[in-house]
């Protein structure tokens, strides 16, 4: 009899963990991401549509936020496995301590929009956000151009109505954001990346990355089958953009849709100008090593 029981204890055991580690398995299959309601996730959204995570096994929830501030309050505390940012986010994020790595580089569209009636000159008034995305590509796309007298908005709906008002004669303002000011008759110019990557990234926390790989692996297994769907054509990823993030339909052929590429990690070179930006407009140093801050083993480019 006792032997029977500790038979049935064995037994009893083996299940159970046999239960916890499929449970465990389950729950490595899941992540939740944050994204900006911006064209670089479109490929997120597309394979979201298209069933592409469920077909790699992966059970991910998206959620879209409207404000930075939310999405990095939500993935430091680890609500969030990982999220798409701006690389000067990333930069002053890391630099501040907190523990996420690049896996790979997304693809963003910011137009230049400009109020009606604006006549060329020298000097112009352009808003932006101050240590951000926008101020470092007015820099790049405009630079040459113009002497640019900037101002500081944080809030793009605030940016926009100054521009529609005439307060500012130009503001930097992402798409598919963009599109819709041009239906309300602003103007808008779309200037050519004159680099090989955009300062746009996804980015997962050091939790994410040692207790989901395979998660993440799926991730981005699914990201690059709906790239490679881009490329061929992009109207369904326009289509999903304006249905996922609520958008007029009106705009979908306005979209100035980046060229989209399959996973990959920003260079080391390009990490290097964006963190030297950062230096000279925040008056600050950064120490920061690029092989602890990239994640590389999910890039096939």
Request: net charge negative; glycine share 4%; no cysteine.
């Amino acid at each position: 009899m006792r032997k029977k029981n500790i038979f049935l204890l064995l037994l009893m055991l083996i299940f159970s963990l046999s239960f916890l580690s499929g449970a465990a398995m389950a729950e490595d299959m899941k992540l939740e991401i944050g994204i900006m309601p911006a064209v670089d996730s479109a490929p997120i959204l597309l394979a979201k549509e298209k069933g592409y995570f469920a077909e790699e096994g992966l059970d991910i929830k998206i959620d879209v936020y409207t404000n930075a501030v939310n999405r990095q309050t939500a993935l430091q505390t680890n609500e969030l496995d990982g999220a798409m940012t701006d690389l000067i986010a990333f930069v002053n994020n890391v630099n501040n301590g907190f523990p996420v790595k690049i896996t790979t580089s997304t693809d963003g569209s910011f137009p230049i929009l400009v109020t009606k009636g604006f006549e060329e000159k020298e000097e112009v008034n352009i808003g932006m956000m101050e240590v951000s995305v926008s101020n470092f590509l007015s820099e790049q796309f405009l630079g040459d151009k113009y002497k640019l007298n900037k101002t500081f908005i944080p809030a793009i709906p605030a940016r926009l109505e100054m521009v529609k008002s005439g307060q500012l004669e130009m503001a930097v303002i992402p798409e598919p954001l963009a599109s819709t000011a041009e239906l309300q008759g602003l103007e808008k110019r779309v200037y050519k990346n004159e680099y090989d990557f955009m300062p746009e990234a996804m980015i997962f926390t050091e939790k994410a990355l040692k207790e989901k790989d395979a998660a993440i692996q799926a991730f981005h297994n699914a990201y690059n089958k709906a790239v490679k769907e881009i490329q061929q054509d992009d109207s369904q990823a326009r289509e999903v953009l304006i249905k996922s993030l609520d958008l007029p339909a009106k705009i979908k052929n306005l979209i100035a849709m980046p060229q989209y590429h399959l996973t990959r990690v920003p260079s080391e070179d390009y990490l290097n100008r964006v963190i030297s930006w950062i230096e000279k407009t925040d008056d600050s140093e950064i120490e920061i090593n690029y092989n602890q801050v990239i994640e590389g083993k999910y890039s096939i480019q």
